[in-house]
């Protein structure tokens, strides 16, 4: 059982320190049965309804979609001739929860597929709904929810969040029930969300000491065949079996790892993150230019014009720490209070663990996002 790490360091007000967890965590928060993904589906539709703020004749599909709608009605248009600023054609997303039934309801989001300005106050007509085959496994309809507005008047608009994109709630429905992959209940396998040869090896190790039999066998990183023992074979046991094996708990391996996001300045340090003895040396070249304005008057009676000129004063000012000798560490902790030494900034610590990666002693992999 690893202890909690808990670090404080005021100075550098953007780093986050990933410490050791207190306990395990369950099997089922680290993977997942195979076969029960969820089911995504897709899907072309129109949102009507609009206060003349759909898509323009320019968008051509629309009008055609639009046309080939009212056909089906009895009523002959010709495509090339429709103009409704009241209509946008949409892509309609959706992900269907596994095991689910027919008559499952579920949320769908749409996007404007045409020049739209805004889907506020929209309507979706029926929408078939596809998987990656084309077979129809759903549809959607109903009124749209895009959390915000984007109303225009004259050369002069008001938008609060983005109003091309809505939602509606329970506006999906399953056509069809949504089966596993596999219908064997003697062998099951389970997949890990990140793979790891570690973690693979620990997570079996735990369900076969929890059952009291060889249960679990990795086959890869990512892959666990499980065994359903005799005693959970039939159809009424198998989620009893399930239930009981998502909640064993183990410790999962962590990989060694920095991430950094240099949009922000945040940095994040995983626990096995190591230091080899490195000197480093960091500092800050600032140059600060700073004009004053300066106004020249004439002698009095004189034929002489009232000047302004820019005094200009540069000031150069270079800060450094020297160099620091930091030890090889094990902890996070170790790794913070080195760094803390420094006295710099987060920006300049994103550059100086580019620099040791650069160097060889920083052993771990470093992300940048």
Same mark, same amino acid.
Not at 97 to 116: N, T
Not at 130 to 137: E, K, L, T, Y
Not at 170 to 177: A, C, K, Q, S, T
Not at 266 to 292: C, D, F
């Given at each position: 059982?690893?202890?909690?790490?808990?670090?404080?360091?005021?100075?550098?007000?953007?780093?986050?320190?990933?410490?050791?967890?207190?306990?395990?965590?369950?099997?089922?928060?680290?993977?997942?049965?195979?076969?029960?993904?969820?089911?995504?589906?897709?899907?072309?539709?129109?949102?009507?309804?609009?206060?003349?703020?759909?898509?323009?004749? !320019? *968008? %051509?599909?629309?009008?055609?979609? @639009?046309?080939?709608? /009212?056909?089906?009605?009895?009523? #002959? &248009?010709? =495509?090339?001739?429709?103009?409704?600023?009241?209509?946008?054609?949409?892509?309609?997303?959706?992900?269907?929860?596994?095991?689910?039934?027919?008559?499952?309801?579920?949320?769908?989001?749409?996007?404007?597929?045409?020049?739209? !300005? *805004? %889907?506020?106050?929209?309507?979706? @007509?029926?929408?078939? /709904?596809?998987?990656?085959?084309? #077979? &129809?496994? =759903?549809?959607?309809?109903?009124?749209?929810?895009?959390?915000?507005?984007?109303?225009?008047?004259?050369?002069?608009?008001?938008?609060?969040?983005?109003?091309?994109?809505?939602?509606?709630?329970?506006?999906?429905?399953?056509?069809?029930? %949504?089966?596993?992959?596999?219908?064997?209940?003697?062998? /099951?396998?389970?997949?890990?969300?990140?793979?790891?040869?570690?973690?693979?090896?620990?997570?079996?190790?735990?369900?076969?000491?929890?059952?009291?039999?060889?249960?679990?066998?990795?086959?890869?990183?990512?892959?666990?065949?499980?065994?359903?023992?005799?005693?959970?074979?039939?159809?009424?046991?198998?989620?009893?079996?399930?239930?009981?094996?998502?909640?064993?708990?183990?410790?999962?391996?962590?990989?060694?790892?920095?991430?950094?996001?240099?949009?922000?300045?945040?940095?994040?340090?995983?626990?096995?993150?190591?230091?080899?003895?490195?000197?480093?040396?960091?500092?800050?070249?600032?140059?600060?230019?700073?004009?004053?304005?300066?106004?020249?008057?004439?002698?009095?009676?004189?034929?002489?014009?009232?000047?302004?000129?820019?005094?200009?004063?540069?000031?150069?000012?270079?800060?450094?720490?020297?160099?620091?000798?930091?030890?090889?560490?094990?902890?996070?902790?170790?790794?913070?209070?080195?760094?803390?030494?420094?006295?710099?900034?987060?920006?300049?610590?994103?550059?100086?663990?580019?620099?040791?990666?650069?160097?060889?002693?920083?052993?771990?992999?470093?992300?940048?996002?």
């Amino acid at each position: 059982m690893k202890k909690s790490i808990n670090i404080t360091i005021p100075i550098l007000a953007g780093l986050i320190l990933a410490g050791a967890l207190e306990g395990a965590v369950r099997v089922k928060d680290v993977g997942k049965i195979a076969g029960s993904d969820a089911l995504r589906l897709i899907g072309y539709g129109l949102v009507v309804g609009l206060e003349g703020t759909g898509d323009s004749p !320019k *968008s %051509l599909y629309t009008n055609q979609a @639009l046309a080939n709608m /009212l056909e089906k009605f009895g009523i #002959a &248009v010709d =495509g090339s001739r429709v103009r409704a600023s009241n209509v946008a054609a949409v892509i309609v997303n959706a992900d269907v929860p596994p095991f689910s039934r027919a008559g499952a309801r579920f949320d769908v989001i749409v996007s404007s597929l045409g020049d739209a !300005k *805004s %889907l506020q106050g929209g309507v979706l @007509l029926q929408t078939t /709904l596809n998987d990656i085959s084309g #077979a &129809v496994w =759903g549809v959607a309809a109903g009124p749209l929810s895009i959390g915000g507005f984007n109303v225009e008047a004259g050369n002069v608009s008001v938008r609060q969040n983005y109003a091309s994109v809505g939602r509606v709630p329970n506006g999906g429905e399953l056509v069809f029930d %949504l089966g596993t992959k596999s219908a064997d209940t003697t062998q /099951l396998t389970y997949t890990l969300n990140h793979g790891d040869y570690i973690t693979a090896r620990r997570l079996s190790k735990a369900v076969n000491n929890h059952f009291g039999e060889l249960v679990a066998m990795p086959l890869d990183p990512v892959s666990v065949r499980i065994t359903v023992p005799a005693g959970y074979a039939s159809l009424d046991s198998i989620v009893l079996f399930i239930a009981e094996l998502e909640a064993v708990t183990f410790e999962p391996d962590i990989a060694a790892r920095v991430v950094i996001n240099e949009r922000t300045g945040t940095i994040v340090i995983g626990e096995n993150v190591n230091l080899s003895t490195v000197a480093v040396s960091h500092g800050a070249l600032s140059i600060t230019i700073k004009a004053t304005p300066m106004v020249s008057q004439p002698q009095p009676f004189s034929r002489g014009e009232t000047r302004t000129e820019q005094y200009q004063e540069v000031t150069v000012e270079q800060r450094g720490t020297g160099v620091v000798v930091i030890p090889g560490t094990t902890t996070v902790g170790d790794i913070a209070a080195a760094l803390n030494r420094l006295g710099v900034t987060p920006r300049d610590i994103i550059a100086i663990f580019q620099a040791l990666k650069q160097s060889g002693a920083l052993q771990a992999e470093l992300v940048i996002i």
